[in-house]
């Protein structure tokens, strides 16, 4: 092992023995043995990590009631995105499945609805239907008194 | 935070005091001052209200993910206001803080504070990868996920991180 390999695993796992790769713990603690430069760094990373170990954040008083009496808005999505969100989830491989059914149904429904309000110009072919109190005149005309029963 | 996604505030509530230690505390030692801290944090908060229905459970862990848009939010913070390196100091902060109040080792002080400076003074890569990684106990993976950057990147950064610590505090010590 070298000086470099040393500093390399010192820089990425600290000066603790446990925190280092297994396959290399006894290689590198027989490399600190034999070499004073790898114990002085090993010694320096160590006032280092004893430092950063007794660095505190400080508290923060009343950002707990900030945070949760802060104004939460609506959800900024409006109708158009919630329907497009509910109808292409972004999980669940079951509602996935089934949602491209119900959102392909969906022109099919508002042409249902369409065609029952509005007829676009395109009248009934029914002739006896259109001409319903014709008919009835007709029949109320007709001579019954010399059917024979 | 299924019902978060639905809009229970008492949800929200739940998981605003479980997570909002460890999102101040990243916050903090990304920007080096209590003010800005408490604006991002609330400002995290607010995302993870509005945005619930983005997070995707099988990507990523909820704290990775609040981690990440505190990491967004502190990095846009810095770039805005135009300083990679914090100037305003944790000394101010540090003095009022019991830990430091309580030292009666005056060298354990000196130390503290050169750590503080030493870590103001890292660019904000390192900075983040070595608060993630050695405060906020992410794995080297998540970490990587959280800023954004490749697993080698990270331990670069952090090799880099430390190697900058030992030198300015053996140096000065």
């Known amino acids: 092992m070298t000086l470099d390999e040393f500093t390399r695993i010192i820089d990425l796992h600290g000066s603790e023995p446990a925190h280092w790769p297994k396959s290399l713990r006894g290689e590198c603690e027989s490399f600190v043995a034999n070499n004073v430069e790898a114990r002085m760094l090993l010694n ?11 660095l505190e954040v400080p508290s923060f008083p009343g950002l707990e009631t900030r945070v949760l009496n802060q104004l939460l808005p609506e959800r900024n999505q409006n109708f158009f995105e919630e329907v497009l969100s509910w109808l292409i989830p972004d999980e669940y491989f079951g509602k996935q499945f089934w949602r491209p059914a119900i959102a392909a149904c969906i022109p099919l429904v508002f042409g249902i609805v369409l065609g029952n309000y509005f007829s676009f110009g ?3 072919e029914d002739d006896g239907f259109q001409y319903w109190d014709d008919e009835l005149a007709m029949l109320s005309l007709t ?4 059917t024979n029963f | 935070m299924q019902a978060v996604c639905v809009g229970s505030r008492s949800a929200y509530q739940r998981l605003v005091k479980r997570y909002l230690k460890s999102i101040s505390h990243y916050a903090y030692r990304l920007l080096g001052n209590q003010k ?11 995302r993870l209200w509005t945005n619930a229905q983005k997070w995707n459970t099988e990507k990523s862990k ?9 990491h967004n939010l ?26 430091t109040s309580e030292e009666s080792n ?53 090799a880099r991180a430390k190697r900058s610590l030992r030198e300015k505090l053996t140096t000065n010590i």
Not at chain 2, 74 to 99: N, V, W
Not at chain 2, 138 to 151: G, H, L, Q, R, T
């Open chain 2, 74 to 99: 502190c990095i846009d913070y810095l770039r805005k206001h135009g300083r990679m390196q914090t100037q305003d100091s944790f000394d101010d902060e540090a003095a009022d803080s019991p830990s």
């Open chain 2, 62 to 70: 909820l704290t990775t993910w609040l981690h990440r848009i505190t």
């Open chain 2, 36 to 46: 800005d801290t408490e604006d991002i944090t609330q400002e995290v908060f607010l």
């Open chain 1, 122 to 124: 395109i009248g009934i």
């Open chain 2, 106 to 158: 005056e060298e354990t002080n000196d130390k503290t504070k050169l750590l503080r400076e030493a870590l103001s003074a890292l660019p904000e890569n390192q900075r983040s990868a070595l608060s993630l990684c050695h405060y906020q106990g992410f794995s080297n993976k998540e970490a990587a996920a959280i800023m954004n950057i490749s697993v080698k990147a990270l331990e670069s950064a952090i």
């Open chain 1, 143 to 146: 001579d019954y008194t010399e």
């Open chain 1, 44 to 54: 320096q990373q160590w006032q280092v990590d004893e430092s950063m170990a007794k």
